[in-house]
C-alpha cells in the first residue's frame, strides 16, 4: 500500500469543473470513464454532479494506487493541461523522456493523438518512473 499524497484534491476540483469534459477522471486515472464523460457531457451532467461528491474518494484512491517519487503527478498533469506547453511535450521533458519530448516538439504532440494517449496513461507512465531506481 502507498502512503503518499500522489494526487491534489484542490486539483480534482478544479478538473471537475470542467468535468463533464472527463477532466478529473483522467487526472484520477480513470481514463474509460473520463473518455464516456467526454463524449456523453459527464453522462448529460448527471454524473458530473454525482462526482462532486465522489472526488474525495478518488483522490484516495489514487494517492493509494501510484507511487510518489521524483517526478511530481500534479506538475505533470498540468504541463499536459496547458494547451501550447502540453502539445509541445513539456510534461514528457519533466519526466525525463527527451526522445519522446523531442518527437512530441517536432510534431505537436504527433498532431495530437499523442495527447490523447496521454490522457489515457499519463498515471501509469509517472508511476513507472517513479518506480524505477535512480
Known sequence: MNQGNTHSLLIGY???LFGFFGAHR???GRPITGTIWFFTLGIFFIGWIVDLFLIPSMDRAADLRYTPGRVNYNVAWILLAIPVVGTLG???LYM???VTAIIWFL???LLGFGWLYDLWTLNRQIDEVNRTPV
Open 26 to 28: 483522467f487526472y484520477y
Open 90 to 92: 513539456a510534461h514528457r
Open 14 to 16: 478544479i478538473c471537475w
Open 96 to 98: 525525463g523522456k527527451w
Open 107 to 109: 510534431t505537436g504532440g
